[in-house]
């Protein structure tokens, strides 16, 4: 929460909330609310901000965001089935 309400746009006087909303297999979900003056920031930028300023507070805390493992498969063509009704060969003109 620090690292939102150090943020020079916030609207003086209005809470950062800190909501968490799930765990999923490679994340925790949560969401936090803040106010913004927008004669200083517009709703795109302090987000991005925001993101940042977590970002960085993470990397400073050595907290680590694990990204799920995904492995992709290279099959021969032949392999695949054909579906009905779709050309199995298209030809370009080069």
């Known amino acids: 929460m620090a690292a939102i309400q150090?943020?020079?746009?916030?609207?003086?006087?209005?809470p950062v909330e800190f909501h968490y909303q799930n765990f999923e297999a490679s994340r925790i979900s949560f969401l936090v609310w803040f106010w913004i003056d927008q004669q200083q920031a517009g709703p795109p930028l302090a987000m991005s901000e925001a993101i940042k300023a977590i970002t960085k507070t993470f990397r400073?805390?050595?907290?680590?965001?694990?990204f799920p493992m995904q492995t992709l498969e290279i099959v021969n063509s032949q392999d695949i089935p054909k579906l009905p009704g779709k050309p199995t060969n298209v030809k370009t003109d080069n």
Request: no cysteine; hydrophobic share 30%; net charge negative.
């Open 6 to 14: 150090s943020l020079p746009f916030l609207q003086p006087g209005k």
């Open 60 to 66: 400073d805390n050595e907290i680590s965001i694990p």
